[in-house]
């Protein structure tokens, strides 16, 4: 700080003020307290102390200073970013974490395949935690109503869901009396598909008469050769 002498005859003269010191600089990191920041002076053996910035916490060091001889001592305050705690889990997905998880990183859902995200897909690290609230993943294949199959029934589908989504299995039995041919169990793909194709019921007489024959013409044919 400085005073200046005016006189008619000569130039301007501006004198340092002592044992004043100027307004204290603010780091990015760091601000004056509220008592300090409305000040307008600071003079000599005054302190002034500072705080860490929104989004920041203490890391060591002093977050006083002291006015002598028209100068502020060195601020020793060490301040580092605030971290937020895991995210947590995604049914269905993950959090791209590849952007940090402290103040001000933002990270996004990552939904598997087969699933998208259902709301915001991305959340904000702030002083306070995240924000939002966390995403969700929905699956954004649907198969149509399972179809029935002669001499068979649908024995198990997706609770409570009249068309299954992507994943989602369906079991197949048979009546009485008859063999289940194929796959007992299908599977909800993303493109709206079952996979495999639901199974066929075949009479069990019919095929213990083919095991039957298949069984003489074995005979039939080793006795021949012999």
């Known amino acids: 700080m400085s005073s200046c002498l005016v006189t008619l005859t000569r130039p301007v003269v501006c004198l340092p003020l002592l044992g004043q010191c100027p307004k204290p600089e603010i ?32 890391d060591g060091g002093s977050a006083t200073i002291s006015c002598t001889d028209g100068m502020w001592s060195s601020l020793s305050l060490k301040c ?34 087969g699933y998208e995200p259902e709301g915001p897909s991305y959340m904000k690290c702030t002083d306070k935690g995240w924000s939002g609230q966390n995403p969700t993943c929905k699956g954004n294949g649907r198969c149509p109503e399972p179809p029935d199959i002669e001499n068979g029934r649908v024995a198990l589908k997706p609770f409570n869901k009249q068309f299954p989504e992507y994943s989602d299995k369906v079991v197949y039995s048979c009546q009485e009396g008859y063999n289940i041919i194929g796959s007992a169990v299908i599977e909800c793909k993303e493109n709206g598909q079952y996979v495999p194709s639901p199974p066929q019921c075949k009479d069990t007489t019919f095929w213990n008469g083919l095991l039957i024959i298949i069984i003489i013409m074995i005979i039939i044919i080793n006795n021949y050769h012999y």
């Open 80 to 113: 580092k970013k605030i971290s937020c705690s895991s995210p947590g889990e995604i049914v269905n997905g993950r959090f791209d974490l590849s952007a940090g998880t402290e103040y001000g990183a933002v990270i996004r859902a990552v939904c598997d395949k």
């Open 27 to 58: 780091d990015s990191n760091v601000i004056l307290t509220n008592e300090d920041l409305l000040k307008n002076k600071f003079p000599e053996g005054s302190t002034a102390t500072f705080d860490c910035a929104v989004g920041y916490m203490r």
